[in-house]
C-alpha cells in the first residue's frame, strides 16, 4: 500500500484537475513535497501528506484484525470518562 500512496495522489490530483502547483499551494506545502510525494522520490512526513489527502478528499483508514476491541475498549472508556462527577 504505501508503494501505491504516490500514484493514488497524482491520480487524485489530476481528475481534480489540479496542477502540483495548485496543490501544493492548498495544501499550504511546496510544490517540491508534492513531486516528490507522487514520485516516492523522497521519505515523506506524515503531516505533509495529511495535508496533501485532506485537500484531495481522501480518507486514511487504520484497520487491523483486532481493531474492533480497540473501537470497543475506546467507546467505553469515553462512556465512562462522561459520566464521571
Known amino acids: ?3 501505491q500512496i504516490g500514484s493514488v495522489v497524482k491520480f487524485h490530483r489530476k481528475k ?5 502547483h495548485e ?3 492548498l495544501a499550504g506545502i511546496g510544490k517540491a513535497a508534492v513531486y ?4 516516492q522520490s523522497k521519505s515523506t512526513r506524515i503531516d505533509t501528506l495529511l495535508k496533501v489527502l485532506r485537500v484531495l478528499n481522501i480518507e486514511v483508514k487504520l484497520a487491523s484484525p483486532i481493531m474492533h476491541v480497540y473501537e470497543e475498549q475506546s467507546l467505553e472508556t469515553s462512556k465512562n470518562f462522561r459520566s464521571e462527577p
Open 1 to 3: 500500500m504505501l508503494g
Open 16 to 20: 481534480s484537475g489540479l496542477t502540483q
Open 23 to 25: 496543490l501544493a499551494k
Open 36 to 39: 516528490d510525494l507522487e514520485h
